[in-house]
């Protein structure tokens, strides 16, 4: 059954502010989702000045997917990579493909609501100072079945740029990472070009407020975010990049940030005490050898080598995992009731 072809011009200046916007979806090997991705970007209330869809030499089906939806969905573009990139690599490559105003990222095994590009098109339209938007979001298992919805403990709304800042001390501040940005922004900050694997997002929307752009966050459901079960233990083998990319977005970013603005540093070193010690549960995952482990200790202590911080090390490195992951529990379930009632 074919797509039923939309007016894009009727619908996309029916305000006289709204200004162009892009979606991008890379896509790695996901020719059984992506389809809905893009059709999701095309069925919108308000439509896309273009959908651009970067194929990271993808060896499924994904190339004859992307040509029969591109006989039908003109505002369709489609970017085949001569080598294989890499997530972030063709990630940024999407996003500098864009020629809108506002640039959505939108990763291949997700979807969006069909409000979503009007909904943050006009909040990001009335507010110039945000650098992006970003919404609540309803998260799906593998097979598309609802599970949960994702909401942040915060108020809805604008959020500038020195709270926003102040926020990432606790990490990436987003319900999942599918989010408009303003392409001005993107261009400031020169994307997510040389930012660290596996945590460039996170880097991205701290470097974006410490340039001085806040962001807005709206708690309507407005996309549909894919969850997996690690089956081949992926997540985990790509720990050690992960920890690393933490350092980096402290080092690169949080600490300069905070020194420029002559502000108190227990903050930072109280948060990457934390994250280290969160962290550091992968010590006593059967995954690794001896020597990978070594290296992923020197790692985190690098994140932070507080009292804390090593105590949990040696917890997880000696057997005592489920002793310091109920402990760590026992905390993050008394924070997240009492950020509960404090929403009230």
Known sequence: ??????????????????????????????????????????NQSLVPFEIIVSDDCSTDDTSDVLKALAEEIPILKIISQEKNLGIAQNTDSCLRSASGDFVVRLDSDDYLAGEYVKTLANLLNDQPLAGYAHGAVQEINQFGAHTKIRKLYRQPGFQHAEEALKAAVLGYRVAANIIMFRKDALQKVNYITGRPNYVEDFH??????????????????????????????????????????????????????????????????????????????????????????????????????????????????????????????IKNSSKALIKSLIRR
């Open 1 to 42: 059954m074919r797509i039923n072809i939309k007016s894009v011009s009727s619908n996309l200046f029916n305000r006289k502010h709204i200004m162009k916007v892009s979606i991008c979806i890379p896509t790695f090997n996901q020719a059984q989702y992506v389809g809905q991705a893009i059709k999701s970007a095309f």
């Open 204 to 329: 991205l929307s701290a470097t974006l407020a410490s340039a001085g752009y806040g962001n807005i966050y709206t708690e309507d459901v407005l996309s549909f975010y894919r969850v997996w079960v690690d089956t081949g233990k992926v997540r985990q083998r790509r720990k050690l990049m992960e920890i690393i990319g933490l350092y980096k977005v402290f080092e690169e970013v949080l600490v300069p940030a905070f020194i420029s603005r002559d502000w108190n540093l227990d903050q930072l070193n109280q948060s990457r005490s934390n994250l280290a010690s969160r962290q550091s549960d992968c010590l006593g995952w059967d995954v690794y050898t001896p020597e990978e482990k070594l290296e992923l200790k020197n790692a985190l202590n690098q994140l932070s080598s507080s009292n804390k911080a090593l105590s949990y090390a040696w917890l997880n490195m000696n057997g005592y995992g489920k002793l310091a992951n109920s402990i760590f529990n």
